[in-house]
């Protein structure tokens, strides 16, 4: 179940999902807690990057445009680095969002499928 959560997340992030260049991905002081790219990939799978500052947890859920949960996982307070692939076969085309939250930032990336 888990796995066919992931794939179709990973579907959601297909498209022009890349939300910024994983070489980017850089926490300043003062600013929000967390970053995330996702880069998708030509064998119907997408990377999904996030970094954060250790101290508080984060949240990552996957919804579609009807606001139905495809994937949900937490990053611990003293992670700071979550890398995962996920397949997008099972994904037809339409948007997806990608929420992440720490409590005190939100934060919801929008990832259109075509």
Not at 92 to 114: A, Q, R
Request: hydrophobic content about 40%; cysteine-free.
């Amino acid at each position: 179940m888990k796995n066919q959560v992931k794939s179709i997340i990973a579907s959601l992030m297909l498209g022009t999902a890349v939300f910024a260049n994983a070489s980017n991905l850089s926490l300043e002081p003062g600013k929000k807690s967390f970053e995330a790219v996702a880069i998708q990939n030509k064998v119907k799978s997408m990377n999904l990057f996030i970094d954060k500052q250790k101290g508080s947890k984060l949240e990552i859920i996957i919804k579609d445009e009807e606001g139905n949960v495809l994937y949900e996982d937490i990053m611990g307070k003293n992670a700071q680095y979550y890398r995962t692939k996920l397949n997008r076969a099972n994904l037809s085309n339409g948007n997806y969002y990608i929420e992440l939250t720490d409590g005190l930032n939100n934060e919801v990336k929008k990832v259109e499928l075509k």
